[in-house]
């Protein structure tokens, strides 16, 4: 792994950052008249698009709800690879 592509998560603690995926996360799922809302998928095209730091983001501010049901699940396709026998 080099510089590029790690990730500096000290700012999605920020103030700014917690107000915005707070904000983010109360309009997910406080939808008026909609289903609850059991799952969300975070995607992107291409890599450093920012669905990590948006899926990241969403689960502190589930955390800082205190949702006790929330689960964050990260995974890429961008580099698969297959087993082998």
Excluded: H, W
């Excluded at 997910?28 to 291409?46: F, N, Q, R, T, Y």
Aim: hydrophobic residues 35%.
């Amino acid at each position: 792994m080099n510089d590029s592509d790690t990730f500096d998560t000290g700012k999605l603690y920020s103030p700014e950052a917690q107000q915005i995926f707070a904000n983010f996360y109360d309009n997910l799922m406080l939808s008026p008249g909609e289903a609850p809302v059991k799952s969300v998928l975070i995607c992107s095209a291409d890599p450093g698009e920012g669905s990590t730091t948006v899926a990241l983001g969403l689960a502190l501010a589930a955390a800082g709800k205190q949702n006790p049901r929330s689960c964050s699940l990260m995974a890429t396709s961008t580099t698969p690879v297959s087993a082998k026998p």
